[in-house]
Structures are given as structure tokens and as C-alpha cells.
């Protein structure tokens, strides 16, 4: 059985560092397309960041330089180091895996981890 | 970046009804051998989004073949043919053309 769990959010001050983990299992995280999108209170989805099976990477501009996402392949384990975190970061992040194929039909998502910036 | 334009932002329905939610992209999301590059999630209350429709009519696996999805180009409609009350929820479409993908400001569906 599928199953993603994230885990490491928590309050956080501006221009804080934070790393979020994704626990995956049931599949290989390396042979999948793996991303992270998130959802301000109340608010709706917003993409964060993909990372490829060849390991290439992307973000959203808002992210840019920031945030950094990857992987752990021994441990089947996907991460979203985030850096110099602001107000407006705050979020449910979610990871979410990608249909083989298809970079952005995401078939499972985790059950998301809440991430407060805010002194 | 394609802007996701969903509508009605709100849907009471009553159950048994048809229900109907529109979705316009800024550009257009068709691709290779015709594919529109367009999915639907539902987010019930409390939980994480889940997977409807993929690639504009696909439904997902496990999905009620009461949900269908249409459409190509800009625009793109899902279609409830009988609402139930497990399908409370808000309701977003997303493109997968291009990064970096965007959604919807989502639909919130409502029983009655």
C-alpha cells in the first residue's frame, strides 16, 4: 500500500531554516516524480517543488532560492529544505507523488505538516 | 504563469441533483495526440486533496463513475450526474502543461 507521512513542521521565526521530510512507502520515491505543494490557511493549493527520478529539480519563483527539495534513496525519503522562511510561508505542506508518465497527475498525497512563520 | 479561473466559486446542491463546475485557463492546455493537460481534486474537510480526473476526462482509480470530466482547449467543465453527501468538499482544477502548474482558487460544494 501507498502511503506518504510528512513530517518536521512547526513555529518557526523569520528568516528561520526548517526540513521536512516525507516518509514513503509501498513504492520507490527515486523511480517516481515527487512534489511538494502547499496551502495557506484557508486558502487554496500552490506547487512548491518537483524533483525528477534523474534528479533534476524545479520550484515555484516564490520558492526560488530558498527551498530545496530532494531526496534520500537509501531511506526512501523525499525532503524540502527551507531557508530564510518569511510570514507568508505558512502553510500545510504537502508531499505528493506523480502518476508514472505524467510529471504533475498526483496520484497520493501525504496527510500534509503545518509550518507557522511568525515571531 | 497560466491563471486557473474556476466557477461558480460556490454549489449548494441537493442530493440526488446534477452539479456542474467550470474551469477556464489562460491559455491553452492541449498537447500531444490531443491531451489536455488538465486534472481535477476534491479536498474533502479535514484531509488532503485527492486525485478525480486527469488529463481533462480520466477518471482515477477508485473514483465514481458518477464524476466526469470534459472539455479541451480553455476550457474545461466536472460533471457530478447524482450528488452524494461524501462528495463535500472544495473542488480544484489544476494544470499540468507547464511549470510551474497551478490550480484553481477552488470550489466549495455544498449539500442542501
Known amino acids: 500500500e501507498v502511503q506518504l507521512v510528512e513530517s518536521g513542521g512547526g513555529l518557526i521565526q523569520p528568516g528561520g531554516s526548517l526540513r521536512l521530510s516525507c516518509a514513503a512507502s509501498?513504492?520507490?520515491?527515486?523511480?517516481?516524480?515527487m512534489s511538494w505543494v502547499r496551502q495557506a490557511p484557508g486558502k487554496g493549493l500552490e506547487w512548491v517543488s518537483i524533483?525528477?527520478?534523474?534528479?533534476?529539480?524545479y520550484y515555484a519563483d516564490s520558492v526560488k532560492g530558498r527551498f530545496f527539495i530532494s531526496r534520500d534513496n537509501s531511506r526512501n525519503m523525499l525532503y524540502l529544505q527551507m531557508n530564510s522562511l518569511r510570514a507568508e510561508d505558512t502553510a500545510v505542506y504537502y508531499c505528493?507523488?506523480?502518476?508514472?508518465?505524467?510529471?504533475?497527475?498526483?496520484?497520493?498525497w501525504g496527510q500534509g505538516t503545518l509550518v507557522t512563520v511568525s515571531s | 504563469d497560466i491563471v486557473m479561473t474556476q466557477s461558480p466559486l460556490s454549489l449548494p446542491v441537493t442530493p440526488g441533483e446534477p452539479a456542474s463546475i467550470s474551469c477556464r485557463s489562460s491559455q491553452s492546455l492541449v498537447y500531444t495526440h490531443g491531451n489536455s493537460y488538465l486534472n481535477w481534486y476534491l479536498q474533502k474537510p479535514g484531509q488532503s486533496p485527492q486525485l478525480l480526473i486527469y488529463?481533462?476526462?480520466n477518471r482515477a482509480s477508485g473514483v465514481p463513475d458518477r464524476f466526469s470530466g470534459s472539455g479541451s482547449g480553455t476550457d474545461f467543465t466536472l460533471k457530478i450526474s447524482r450528488v452524494e453527501a461524501e462528495d463535500v468538499g472544495v473542488y480544484y482544477c489544476m494544470q499540468a502543461l507547464q511549470t510551474p502548474v497551478t490550480f484553481g482558487q477552488g470550489t466549495r460544494l455544498e449539500i442542501k
Open positions: 505528493a507523488r506523480a502518476i508514472r508518465g505524467y510529471s504533475y497527475v498526483f496520484d497520493y
Open positions: 509501498g513504492f520507490i520515491v527515486s523511480s517516481n516524480y
Open positions: 524533483i525528477y527520478s534523474d534528479g533534476s529539480t
Open positions: 488529463l481533462g476526462s
